[in-house]
């Protein structure tokens, strides 16, 4: 009978013995129902934010501030951030909630989400972040992008497509003596990206990147793990979207249009 409970409650259990996850649970129960991809004024802990998704947020505070998925040790009291794919601002209020002094680059390529992330990060009064509103690429010459209007634009997407501007990842990397992380969520870009930044991230301590496999295109998760690997990390992986049949189940029902969605901690021994 114990077993019973503990499988049939285990997950509530931990959420309810920590403070983020009682509060992940008001969130749920207070804007879980509200409309998809309308615009709402959100209190959560200190902050007060806008968010364009109710639903997107939700999730987005169950794995940054509950999960605390982007939880890093520095001995640098003012480490250097890169958050590459900062959408709404959630990863940027957390990191300065852990370290608040860091110096935060912040990249976002929806020009409506940027304007959401500048009034957020504003009116919360958080200070030393510098926002790109361009796409992390492999060049500075901008490139097609799909708009999804919450957390999922994407360079592979066909709806809204526009041109935004771009900023190649490589030449700022190599502009800093140390970063102690770099969060890459660019919905499908990530591994262009990280080809072309693969001879210039020895002076990155921590990395996480979020790996999406699209339907029809080829996979390259083993590129990843293979840059990953000649760089001198260690990696961890946690899927992000379950699939409990596979062979039978080969998309996600939730994003049709992938089949693989994961995160990818990379972190040094040393």
């Known amino acids: 009978m114990k077993l019973f409970f503990k499988l049939i409650f285990k997950d509530l259990y931990h959420l309810l013995r920590r403070k983020n996850g009682r ?17 709402e004024k959100v209190n959560f802990l200190s902050y007060k934010i806008t968010v364009p998704d109710c639903l997107s947020f939700i999730w987005q505070f169950k794995e940054i501030f509950t999960d605390e998925s982007y939880k890093f040790k520095s001995d640098n009291l003012t480490p250097v951030i890169y958050d590459c794919g900062a959408n709404i601002g959630i990863s940027c209020l957390f990191f300065k909630s852990i370290y608040p002094k860091a110096r935060i680059k912040a990249f976002e390529a929806d020009p409506k989400i940027v304007e959401i992330l500048s009034k957020n990060l504003n009116e919360n009064n958080i200070k030393d972040i510098e926002l790109f509103p361009a796409a992390v690429w492999i060049n500075n010459n901008g490139i097609e992008f799909g708009l999804e209007g919450a957390d999922a634009s994407s360079i592979y997407s066909n709806k809204n497509k526009v041109k935004v501007n771009s900023v190649r990842l490589k030449e700022l990397i190599e502009t800093e003596q140390q970063i102690d992380m770099l969060k890459i969520d660019i919905e499908g870009a990530e591994t262009e990206v990280l080809k072309d930044c693969k001879s210039s991230l020895g002076n990155v301590k921590n990395i996480f990147i979020e790996y999406h496999s699209f339907i029809n295109k080829q996979q390259t998760l083993d590129e990843i793990l293979q840059i990953l690997n000649s760089s001198g990390f260690r990696y961890f992986i946690k899927q992000e979207a379950d699939r409990k049949r596979p062979f039978l189940n080969r998309i996600n ?11 990818i901690f990379g972190y040094r021994d040393k």
């Open 23 to 39: 509060v992940f649970l008001k969130l749920i129960f207070k804007y879980g129902n509200k409309s998809r991809h309308q615009t």
């Open 253 to 263: 029902k939730n994003n049709p249009e992938m089949d693989l969605q994961i995160n």
